[in-house]
């Protein structure tokens, strides 16, 4: 506002002795250019002296400002070798760890894929030993149920009187004299007892 107010002046100060310089005799015109030029010095100085103003406080208020940051800096550069230190020091522990899991981890899938293989194994076993208990289970609950029924000949011609002879010839946990006994009966051979 000063400045606007400073240049309003000097342009109407300007005007007015132009005015008067065309009135005026000719040392009286150079006078007057001189004082303008005065004017105009002076007003340029105090723009000057402003600026000079301003910028010598942000020289006091920036060095204060900037010896703190060397000083901050300066504390930073020298914790940082440390931290740079402690860093890779965790970074090889990080790598070490990585490595632990992924060796584990591919331990872990090897055990996961042997077990479900011995699983897959034994299902196939189970079943196979079960669907063969179930036939002779059957087999022989057919055969009871026939002998209770006093058909004892009529179960021999029978598929399951088929099935329960195989069972029997096949056994291995059987003895013998008992594998031979119900042989025997199931072919119709038996003897005078």
Do not use: W
């Not at 890779?88 to 522990?93: A, F, V, Y």
């Not at 591919?106 to 894929?113: G, L, P, R, T, W």
């Not at 194994?121 to 609950?141: C, P, Q, R, S, Y």
């Amino acid at each position: 506002m000063k400045i606007a107010a400073a240049v309003a002046t000097v342009v109407a100060v300007h005007a007015a002795e132009n005015e008067l310089a065309a009135q005026a005799n000719p040392i009286r015109k150079v006078v007057t250019m001189l004082q303008t030029m005065q004017k105009k010095v002076e007003a340029e100085g105090e723009k000057e002296k402003e600026l000079f103003d301003k910028f010598m406080c942000y020289c006091k208020n920036s060095g204060g400002d900037l010896a703190a940051s060397i000083a901050d800096s300066e504390t930073k550069v020298s914790e940082l070798p440390s931290a740079i230190e402690e860093a890779e020091g965790q970074l090889g522990q990080l790598k070490e760890d990585l490595k632990a899991a992924q060796t584990g981890r591919a331990a872990a899938k090897a055990a996961i894929a042997e077990a479900t293989s011995i699983r897959e194994k034994e299902a196939g076993e189970f079943n196979e030993v079960a669907t063969d208990l179930k036939t002779n289970i059957a087999a022989i609950g057919k055969a009871i149920t026939a002998l209770q029924a006093g058909a004892g000949g009529a179960f021999l011609q029978t598929q399951a009187a088929s099935v329960l002879r195989n069972l029997i010839e096949n056994d291995t946990k059987m003895l013998d004299v008992d594998r031979e006994d119900v042989t025997s009966f199931l072919s119709n051979e038996q003897g005078s007892t």
